[in-house]
């Protein structure tokens, strides 16, 4: 049994997943966003005191992700290094390793603001790197939010999360996917990543991520 949330968007079954992707069972596609490696590394070149280690436990998870549904493909929506001081030998390294594990994953990026500045992926990882909107079935797989004429856009960028009130001044903070009109929202799949703040509003569906689970929010 696939863990997660079965959604149905653009008339496409799809399961919304606790880790934070989303999986396309019929095209055995994983998608997610903002993964930002090597952004604690960017972090400690600059002198800030952050701990080590997001890079290892975000392939990891992927590596979960990938044995877990028999994934042949991956689609990043862009954002998938932090900036050009990520590239260390350490990170390149890691990558490289992981890539040799997934041969033969078919991966796709998408370029984010971020990828703009970081630079391609180097050649060696083998990945098609691509600029939004990119059409795939009944999707425009972007990553900024925006509407397409024809296609439901998926995307990140915004690092969606839901507040939870509690008794109280109790507050609960969880990334969660975000469905509006014509459109998605991922949550950020990388470790020290952040978010934005996304309210419930008329039409707009928020399916909050925590505990190993995924469930729909109250409708505003």
């Known amino acids: ?18 880790e934070r992707a989303l999986w396309w069972p019929a095209r055995r596609t994983l998608l997610l966003a903002d993964l930002h490696l090597g952004k604690a590394a960017t972090f400690r070149a600059a002198g800030q005191p952050v701990p080590a280690g997001t890079t290892q436990r975000n392939l990891a998870r992927l590596d979960t992700l990938i044995a877990r549904h028999g994934a042949q493909a991956l689609v990043v929506l862009g954002d998938f290094l932090h900036a050009e001081q990520a590239r260390t030998p350490a990170l390149l390294a890691a990558l490289a390793d992981w890539r040799a594990r997934h041969a033969a994953l078919s991966i796709t990026l998408v370029r984010g603001n971020h990828d703009s500045h970081a630079g391609d992926p180097p050649p060696g990882l083998s990945i098609t790197v691509v600029d939004e909107p990119h059409l795939m079935g009944p999707f425009a797989c972007s990553h900024r939010p925006q509407q397409h004429a024809t296609h439901f856009v998926l995307a990140g960028h915004v690092h969606p999360v839901c507040v939870l009130a509690g008794p109280g001044r109790d507050r609960l903070r969880l990334p969660c996917f975000v469905a509006d ?40």
């Open 1 to 18: 049994m696939t863990p997660g949330r079965a959604v149905v968007w653009a008339g496409a079954p799809l399961v919304l997943l606790p």
């Open 181 to 220: 009109a014509g459109q998605a929202w991922l949550p950020a799949f990388g470790e020290f990543t952040g978010g934005w703040r996304v309210d419930a509003q008329p039409g707009r569906q928020l399916h909050a991520v925590g505990g190993g689970q995924v469930w729909p929010l109250p409708a505003a």
